[in-house]
Each structure stands twice: as structure tokens, then as C-alpha cells.
């Protein structure tokens, strides 16, 4: 089955700064790659997502990037916010076939003032 | 969209009884899912449901657990006789499947179980 692993699991920016989170899968029939974030207590909001006919995707502060070849994508967030502090967890699927997400194990992301 | 609602949020028990817990999808969402997320990990996939068919079940959901869901709507997911280890936060998500670029899963905000 899937395997997604993510990197790192804690991750501390000062505001206004860049953070980015890696994540690697192991199913190369994968092809949508979600991120979610996690507040204390709430369950997993979508943030942005990507698929694999795309290799870069943006949403004003958030992008993910997508290489297929090294089965490797990542979530880049800048201009860094206090609220943006939260878990962040990537996700693997393989959609049609199979609908189970697989996802990373979370990164812990922590703004500074 | 009002989003997909969860009931119970908290749930506190005492090891060897039941407990259920009931979710609410998006309307018109034909997939819903459970997952079980622990201290630290990510979401672990239980099970799911396109309408009222329960199409996979993980090996992490043993015999003790049963989930439905009656008229493709709402769903209920049971423990019965709960363990300690049973101790976690249970996801429901929902997707509106219609191809494979459609499938994009939103999550409730879980029902936390604590099983004394």
C-alpha cells in the first residue's frame, strides 16, 4: 500500500518568513496530493491540493509543488502569519480506484512574532 | 454548504461499553469516510461508503466496530465492548465522487472518544 512520509515534524518560522514542508509517497498510481491544516481540537481543513497532470499550484500565500519522477511534493507558505500556526498534514491517493487518503505523519508549524 | 457536522464532539467512556457516533455529510456528497487519527499521527482510514454501500473496511476496524449508513445520508459508526486503545479522535469526511478529479474529501471536526 501507500506510504507517505514528511518532513519536518516541527517546524518553527518568525512571522514574515517562508516555512516549507517535504513529503514523499511510495505508489507511483498516486495522483492527488491534498494538504490539510490542523488546529488544536478541529478536524483537517483542505488547504490547497494538486494533481498530477500539474507540477505547481498557487493560492495567494500558499503553492505545492508536485515532481512525479522523484515521487516528492512539498507545500511552500510565505509572508508568514501567527494563525498560520497549526499541524499540517500531506496526503496521498490514488482517486477512482482506491479512495482511502494516506497521509504524513504532520508537521508542527510554529510563528513567532 | 454547511459543512460536515460530527455528534457527539466529546465523548468519555468506561471501558466495556458502547458508544455511537453519528455523522453528517455535505448535502449530496454520494462518498463518506471514517477515519481514526491518534496523539501525533495523521488520519488513519477506517472505512467508507458510496451511498449506502459500504464499499472498503481497514484491517484496523476488527469486529467490535460497525458502521452504516442506512439511506446514504447520515452514518453511524458503533464500538462495542471499548478498549482503552480505542482512545482517539474519529473523523468523519465526505467527497461528491462523480469522477476521479471530483473526489476531494472534507473533513468534520471528529468526536473525540476517551475510554477510561
Known amino acids: 500500500g501507500e506510504n507517505v512520509e514528511q518532513h519536518p515534524s516541527t517546524l518553527s518560522v518568525q512571522e514574515g518568513d517562508s516555512a516549507v514542508i517535504k513529503c514523499t509517497y511510495s505508489d507511483s498510481a498516486s495522483n492527488y496530493f491534498p494538504w490539510y491544516k490542523q488546529e488544536l481540537g478541529k478536524g483537517p481543513q483542505l488547504i490547497i491540493d494538486?494533481?498530477?497532470?500539474?507540477g505547481e499550484k498557487k493560492d495567494q500565500r500558499i503553492a505545492v509543488t508536485l515532481n512525479k519522477t522523484a515521487k516528492h511534493f512539498s507545500l511552500h507558505i510565505t509572508e508568514t502569519q501567527p494563525e498560520d500556526s497549526a499541524v499540517y498534514f500531506c496526503a496521498a491517493i490514488v482517486t477512482g480506484t482506491a479512495s482511502k487518503l494516506t497521509f504524513g505523519t504532520g508537521t508542527r508549524l510554529q510563528v513567532t512574532l | 454548504d454547511t459543512g460536515v457536522s460530527q455528534d457527539p464532539r466529546h465523548k468519555i467512556t468506561k471501558r466495556g461499553q458502547n458508544v455511537t457516533f453519528r455523522c453528517d455529510p455535505i448535502?449530496?456528497?454520494?462518498?463518506l469516510y471514517w477515519y481514526r487519527q491518534t496523539l501525533g499521527q495523521g488520519p488513519e482510514f477506517l472505512t467508507y461508503?458510496?451511498?449506502?454501500?459500504?464499499?472498503?473496511k481497514s484491517r484496523l476496524l476488527s469486529d467490535r466496530f460497525s458502521a452504516e449508513r442506512p439511506k446514504g445520508s447520515f452514518s453511524t459508526l458503533e464500538i462495542q465492548r471499548t478498549e482503552q486503545g480505542d482512545s482517539a479522535m474519529y473523523l468523519c469526511?465526505?467527497?461528491?465522487?462523480?469522477?476521479?478529479?471530483?473526489?476531494?474529501?472534507?473533513f468534520g471536526p471528529g468526536t473525540r472518544l476517551t475510554v477510561l
Open positions: 461508503f458510496q451511498n449506502e454501500a459500504q464499499l472498503e
Open positions: 494538486i494533481r498530477s497532470n500539474v
Open positions: 469526511a465526505s467527497s461528491s465522487y462523480r469522477s476521479a478529479s471530483t473526489d476531494t474529501q472534507y
Open positions: 448535502s449530496e456528497h454520494n462518498r
